[in-house]
């Protein structure tokens, strides 16, 4: 078809041009789609949360701890299948940088309670055996090099003293958006230790983790938990773990919903650019489309022309962008692996560029459109570029 | 058909253009008659109307009171799109610039005008070879308009404007951005347009050398034509 054949050939009169307007699409575009897999990984947490899973807290603060008898008058609730516990350990390994998520949990029931940390049995059996025995997620293993029998030593921040744990078992996760990345060993250990050093601290519960029978029963039973505890000493907080890990994600509420605004800054300045693009060149040949209209060439024609070659600037973009945000979301989660430990593109988010390519598209070529077939032929033949 | 018979007839027309609010004139009550098989040469000082007159008998544009007859249809009372496509049938345009497509070949922009008759894609390669060769530029029609000479594209220009065998031709100063050589060429084959094929031609000049090709010569000046 010969519109499509002008439209194409249009397009690339101006090679460099129309490069840089492709060029800057691409960009933003990938831009658009890192910082969208960002909030997405900050999410990851909340979106891995089981719904059948409970988590019972201190009322005050997190980093007050519970004691440990709850554990058996929490089981004594209607409803509830397991209970689980653990401390958040804060240990670090070797230097601080090396940042990672470590707990001491029940080794009986803790990877019960937590069906998407995949162990084999054997893994399983070696842990619960050990009393120093730890298990990791496969990338925290990776990115240390840390083999099963491996000895790594983690220096204590909350709990003071160097800790000497034995690599059990390597957990990999059931769904992409798994954590991998943690590190747990026995509860049992630490607690046998503070017994002996620190006897105040001992037997205290940094939070429980609770399985419940039917999620649609969840509410009611953080109801009841909590009821069980009320005018005590530690009254708790009950609440779903979806709950519970957005409650972390609050926090940085302010930070999201600016990333958010700056990714659609992003399309709006694309917008600009292919505006101006499409304004440059269409006003360069008013004469042209004046010798169209001359010959005959009406404004549905001329009008195909402009937004063809507007839409095919876009949508070039658009499959570039496509291509290149997984290398790029490669390449920026490989460099912040340790703040996102799932960093996965959501590809949904190609709906969007598609959608925002083509509004650009358009957008661009309307106004350009319009005077070019407002513009009368005499006065366009008149035009002298 | 008689050869004297009018194919154009201007009927008291009048164009003005505003300016911001200020009307200037440009047409006065102009009256007169182009024959069938006409070399006509409008000539005048610059300013003076001769591109507006051109573009309202060519029906580019529309008078603002008065009436032309081309060929007996009343051009000014056609709808836009009306106008559109009798210009496409019945007029082909030369313009001072040659006006090309840059992006389309020698072939491509004379087969443009084609491409709205519904011609089947061998006939308009026919009607295209045949424009090309009277222009004697056969050889050139893979060329795009930058590899080729002022004169050469201006031929281009003028096979464009005959390919669909209009009965007039109109050109603007076709030969005001021309050399001498280039011009002697595109003037006769003018001529030849009109006397061998019949074509009525109009032709707006500044140059004298150009105007004594033409049969007659008309002098607008300050939009009253002598
Ligand atoms: N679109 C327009 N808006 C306002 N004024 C116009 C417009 N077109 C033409 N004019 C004015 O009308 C007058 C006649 O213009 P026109 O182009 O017909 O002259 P011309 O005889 O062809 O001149 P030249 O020999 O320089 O080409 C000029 O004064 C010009 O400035
Ligand atoms: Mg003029």
Known sequence: MFILKLVLRNTFRHKLRTALTILSIVIALVAFGLLRTVIRSWYAGVEASSASRLVTRNAISL????????????????????????????????????????????????FQLQSEFILTPQEHDAFVRDRKGCVVGQKLAKKFGWEIGDSIPLEGTIFPGTWEFVLRGIYTGKEKNTDESLFFFQWDYLNETLKKTMPLRADKVGFYMIGVNDPGRAVDITVAVDRLFKNSLAETLTETEKAFQLSFISMSEAVIIAIRLVSFVVI??????????????????????????????????????????????????????????YPAAG???????????????????????????????????VFPAWKAIRITIAEGLRRIE | MNAKSPIVEIRNISKSYRRDSQNIPVLEDITFDIAEGEFLALMGP?????????????????????????????????????????RASHVGFIFQFYNLVPVLTAFENVELPLL?????????????????????????????????????????????????????????????DLDRVSAEDVLALMDRLNREMGKTIILVTHDPVAAAKARTTRHLVKGVLT
């Open chain 1, 268 to 325: 709006i300045i694309i917008m600009a650019v292919a505006a101006n693009t499409m304004a440059m060149t269409v006003r360069e040949r008013t004469r042209e489309y004046a010798v169209f209209k001359t010959l005959g060439f009406g404004a549905f024609r001329i009008m195909a022309m402009i937004f063809g070659e507007s839409l095919l600037i876009t949508m070039t973009g658009c499959v570039l962008g496509v291509v290149l945000t």
């Open chain 2, 46 to 86: 610059s300013g003076s109307g001769k591109s507006t007159l051109l573009n309202l008998i060519a029906g580019l544009d529309r008078p603002d009171s008065g009436s032309i007859l081309v060929g007996g249809v009343d051009i000014a009372s056609l709808s836009e799109s009306g106008l559109a496509g009798w």
């Open chain 1, 63 to 110: 980093t007050f701890p519970l004691p440990l008898s709850y554990r058996d008058k929490i089981r004594g609730v209607d409803g509830v299948k397991t209970v689980s516990y653990g401390n958040w350990f804060g240990g670090i390994y070797k230097d601080r940088k090396n940042f990672f998520a470590n707990f001491a949990v029940d080794h009986k029931t803790y």
């Open chain 2, 116 to 176: 709205l008759s519904g011609l089947s894609r061998t006939d308009r390669q026919e009607h295209v070879n045949m424009a090309l060769g009277l222009v004697n530029l056969s050889d050139r029609m893979d060329h795009y308009p930058s590899q080729l000479s002022g004169g050469q594209q201006q031929r281009v220009a003028i096979a464009r404007a005959v390919v669909t065998d209009p009965a007039i031709l109109v050109a603007d100063e076709p030969t005001g």
């Open chain 1, 331 to 365: 390449a920026f989660g490989r460099a912040l692996g340790d703040y996102f430990p799932v960093f996965e593109v959501d590809k949904n988010i190609f709906a969007v560029y598609a959608a925002a390519s083509l509004l650009v598209g358009i957008t661009a070529a």
